[in-house]
């Protein structure tokens, strides 16, 4: 992540936002549907029902070729395709995909194809029940971005969540345990702040932010309980660190719930 980016005077990585459709994941997308389409068997069917169902244009303006030994080929009616996919505005590139995903058996291949590349690239969402289902919203991003925006006493918190999506978005090595433990890091961080006490740990500092009425009895157990098996007595430590199936969507849900927390906690100082 960029200087600017973590400082909150730039974007966020567009990968992360729901209306985005950045070059890299369009390409990606793409070669996911060139490579399924080139293995179907019934490349006229496909065509037959993009062209008739999807785009509701005739099917006898389908542009598919013949040779002389009657073999078809789709050449120019790939190049058609091709076309739309990149001019499409990046809703209009899922609709299409969600178009074949949802044509039957070989469409569920195409999904689970697209849905690998999903999860690397960041997108904003993953292919569910053969439609495409959000995982970020406007409301997490804008959480994210008042986060890392903050540049008063805060700052060490903001530090936390801009390193947590640095190990997040790393496409040559994610790192998503330091992932974790940087997102867990910046509620203690906070909490430390709003508790007055530089030693405690994150289990310490909601104890007293409880006893203090600052913080719902209710809510302060339900935090310490979720953040548990990521603590010990040492605060932010290896219980969770030591789990083997670590996944990006695991280290994606930290950074949301503990940016909001970050926000709700400041909002007691």
Not at 71 to 98: G, M, N, P, S
Request: proline share 4%; hydrophobic share 40%.
């Amino acid at each position: 992540m960029k200087f600017s980016q973590r400082q909150g005077i730039t974007p966020l990585p567009a990968n992360l936002k729901p209306d985005a459709m950045p070059d890299e994941l369009r390409n990606v997308l793409w070669n996911h549907f060139n490579v399924w389409f080139g293995n179907q068997p019934d490349k006229s069917k496909l065509l037959e029902a993009l062209w008739h169902v999807y785009w509701n244009k005739p099917i006898d303006e389908i542009p598919i070729g013949q040779s002389y030994s009657g073999t078809h080929y789709y050449k120019r009616a790939l190049e058609i395709i091709r076309q739309h996919f990149f001019e499409a505005k990046w809703y209009e590139v899922y609709d299409f995909l969600e178009f074949f995903i949802g044509s039957g058996y070989a469409g569920q291949e195409l999904g689970k194809s697209v849905n690998k590349d999903l999860s690397i690239k960041l997108a904003a969402y993953r292919v569910i029940n053969q439609q495409f289902v959000p995982i970020t919203t406007e409301h997490e991003i804008a959480a994210l971005e008042e986060a890392l925006a903050n540049k008063d006493k805060f700052s060490h918190a903001a530090s936390h969540i801009a390193t947590a999506i640095s190990h997040l978005s790393n496409k040559q090595n994610p790192d998503y345990r330091n992932s974790i433990k940087e997102s867990i890091s910046a509620v203690e961080s906070v909490a430390k702040i709003i508790c007055d006490d530089d030693k405690a740990t994150l289990a310490q500092a909601l104890s007293k932010l409880k006893k203090s009425s600052k913080l719902h009895g209710a809510l302060s157990e339900g935090y310490t309980k979720l953040y548990a098996y990521t603590s010990d007595a040492n605060g932010i430590r290896h219980a969770l660190m030591n789990e083997p199936n670590l996944t990006i969507d695991d280290a994606k849900y930290f950074l949301i719930i503990c940016t909001a927390f970050v926000n709700y906690l400041k909002t007691l100082a």
